[in-house]
């Protein structure tokens, strides 16, 4: 499975109990599904392995996951920190407007009076907030992704159309 096909669903946090359960802490866009998954992909060392999964618990943004072939705290313990990816085609369609975090990294950003600004480098959340991180003037630029800012995404133009009050670039 190559990495550019899935996305980063959540990391292992730690060992969970006595039987090689992993505590999991889940990304936001990650699927509320967990228990109807069979199969996850662990990243060790920049290789996606897959890993099946005997049962799954969740909790609100965790969940409490056993692998198959992993029995022990030792075992799970080996996997603290690594990182969890889904296949793309596990996650819902969005609506127009709405989009996952990693979908429009690489997308221009076009505002409205400006024109193109520059391409998405990045999506960076603070607390419920996400901002759009673009190079601009050789400057970073955090963009509040939500309305009234963001007007419209274009997948298909890979753009990112946007309307800034004046003097916002300027800050």
Not at 18 to 34: H, I, N, Q, Y
Not at 41 to 58: A, C, G, K, M
Not at 86 to 92: A, D, H, N, S, V
Not at 103 to 110: K, M, Q, R, Y
Request: hydrophobic content about 40%.
């Amino acid at each position: 499975m190559k990495k550019e096909d899935c996305f980063k669903a959540g990391f292992i946090m730690r060992p969970h109990g006595l039987k090689g359960e992993v505590t999991v802490s889940l990304d936001p866009d990650s699927p509320s599904d967990w228990a109807s998954l069979t199969t996850v992909f662990v990243d060790r060392q920049n290789t996606l392995v897959p890993y099946f999964i005997e049962h799954v618990s969740v909790k609100n943004d965790k969940a409490f996951v056993k692998f198959e072939d992993v029995s022990s705290p030792e075992e799970a313990a080996g996997l603290k920190n690594l990182s969890l990816y889904l296949e793309k085609t596990l996650r819902p369609k969005l609506s127009a407007n709405d989009f996952y975090d990693d979908e429009i990294i690489g997308f221009n950003v076009d505002d409205e009076t400006q024109g193109l600004l520059g391409l998405v480098k990045d999506i960076e959340r603070a607390g419920i907030n996400r901002f759009i991180i673009l190079d601009y003037s050789e400057k970073e630029v955090m963009i509040p992704a939500q309305p009234p800012l963001v007007k419209s995404i274009n997948r298909s133009k890979k753009t990112v159309f946007v309307n800034l009050p004046e003097g916002f670039l300027d800050i």
